[in-house]
Structures are given as structure tokens and as C-alpha cells.
């Protein structure tokens, strides 16, 4: 069964940088393009990310672009945010997310890990 | 990358019938035929409910159905029960090959 297990948020000052982690079980990684996903608090969901399944290509939100880079290790099964010069906007929910169709939907999701950026 | 626009809550009694809008533009929505919809339930993570506009994934209930006309796609929930009560997000493949999101909708059964 697919899982994906999200890691590495915690409360962090403006300005300061975090990586997340989200490790993939249960299906074939290198095979599927994957997703970064945030939610504020209260807040609808923004999507933030993608990066290819062999990490070839990789686009961003206008709102992360320069600061956040996405990565993945294919044989650690794990994908990476990169998240520098934090924001108090940041602050959110960030989920990973299984690509399908290349960049057409989201089927598997993770449970997310909490960023909040403060001071 | 400006936000695909949906109401922000919508409400149905039981048995009724319920239609959720997303419009967008020709960059988007009326662009691609690449139009998904994501069902949220408070603190849990989102669900995939349609994608690619009218295609439902297997384990998906055939009262979730989905359509597209020009900029504008909609989610339709028949027979109406308390548990489809969540927030319901639509998403659209862009002509920059990223995604964007709908502002999001509050189902309320009633």
C-alpha cells in the first residue's frame, strides 16, 4: 500500500532556513513525479512544487521561487524541500503527494508535517 | 498564478444534489482538460475525488461526478449524505506546467 511520511517541521525564526523530508514505502518512487503541497492555517491548499520522477525538471509556486528547492534521492525514496528565508507566510501545513499523469493530479498524500515561522 | 475561483461554501439537505464551481481561464481550467477535485475532511489530508475532469478514481462513490465548459468546472455530489460534509478543493494543470488551486468550498449538509 503506498504511504508517504512527511518530516522535519518544527518553529523556526524568520529568516532561517528548514529541510522537510518525505519518505515514500509501497510503491515504485523513482517511477512518479511528486508533489509539495501547503496549507496555512485555516487556509485553502497551495500547491508549491513539483520535481519529475528522475529529477530532470522541477517547477515552483511564484510565492516559493528562489527560496524553496525540491529534490529527491530515488534510492532512499525520499523527496526533499529546501526552505530558505523563512517567512511568517510559511507558516503551514506542508504535505507531499504522489504525481500521476504527469502534472495532472495528486493520488497519494501524505499526513503533513507543521512549519510555523516565528520569532 | 492567480487562485482558480469557487464559492466559498455551498450547503444541501440529505438526498439533495449539490454543484461546486471552479472558474478559471484559457491558461487553465479552459486549457488542459487536466481539471482535478480534492475532498478534505478538518485535519485530515486531501483526497482525490475526479481527475481529468470526469474521470472518478477506483473506491470513488459514483455520486461524485465532474464536467468542464470553457473556463468553468464544476463538481456534482447526488444523493447527499452527512459524511461528503468537507471542504472541497479544485486544482488545474497550468500553461507555466505547474498547478493551482481553488480557493476551496465548505459543503455543509444540512
Known amino acids: 500500500q503506498a504511504q508517504l511520511v512527511e518530516s522535519g517541521g518544527g518553529v523556526v525564526q524568520p529568516g532561517r532556513s528548514l529541510r522537510l523530508s518525505c519518505a515514500a514505502s509501497?510503491?515504485?518512487?523513482?517511477?512518479?513525479?511528486m508533489h509539495w503541497v501547503r496549507q496555512a492555517p485555516g487556509k485553502g491548499l497551495e500547491w508549491v512544487a513539483v520535481?519529475?520522477?528522475?529529477?530532470?525538471?522541477?517547477y515552483y509556486s511564484d510565492s516559493v521561487k528562489g527560496r524553496c528547492t525540491v529534490s529527491r534521492d530515488n534510492s532512499k525514496n525520499t523527496l526533499y524541500l529546501q526552505m530558505n528565508s523563512l517567512r511568517a507566510e510559511d507558516t503551514a501545513v506542508y504535505y507531499c503527494?504522489?504525481?500521476?499523469?504527469?502534472?495532472?493530479?495528486?493520488?497519494?498524500w501524505g499526513k503533513g508535517t507543521t512549519v510555523t515561522v516565528s520569532s | 498564478q492567480s487562485a482558480l475561483t469557487q464559492p466559498a461554501s455551498v450547503s444541501g439537505s440529505p438526498g439533495q444534489s449539490i454543484t461546486i464551481s471552479c472558474t478559471g481561464t484559457?491558461?487553465?481550467?479552459?486549457?488542459?482538460?487536466?481539471v482535478s477535485w480534492y475532498q478534505q475532511h478538518p485535519g485530515k489530508a486531501p483526497k482525490v475525488m475526479i481527475f481529468?475532469?470526469?474521470n472518478r478514481p477506483s473506491g470513488v462513490s459514483n455520486r461524485f461526478s465532474g464536467s468542464k465548459s470553457g473556463n468553468t468546472a464544476s463538481l456534482t455530489i447526488s444523493g447527499l449524505q452527512a459524511e461528503d460534509e468537507a471542504d472541497y478543493y479544485c486544482?488545474?494543470?497550468?500553461?507555466?506546467?505547474?498547478?493551482?488551486f481553488g480557493g476551496g468550498t465548505k459543503l455543509t449538509v444540512l
Open positions: 484559457s491558461s487553465d481550467v479552459g486549457g488542459y482538460n487536466y
Open positions: 509501497g510503491f515504485t518512487f523513482s517511477n512518479h513525479g
Open positions: 520535481i519529475w520522477y528522475d529529477g530532470s525538471d522541477k
Open positions: 481529468d475532469v470526469s
Open positions: 486544482t488545474s494543470y497550468t500553461s507555466s506546467s505547474t498547478l493551482v
Open positions: 503527494a504522489r504525481d500521476r499523469g504527469g502534472v495532472r493530479y495528486m493520488d497519494v
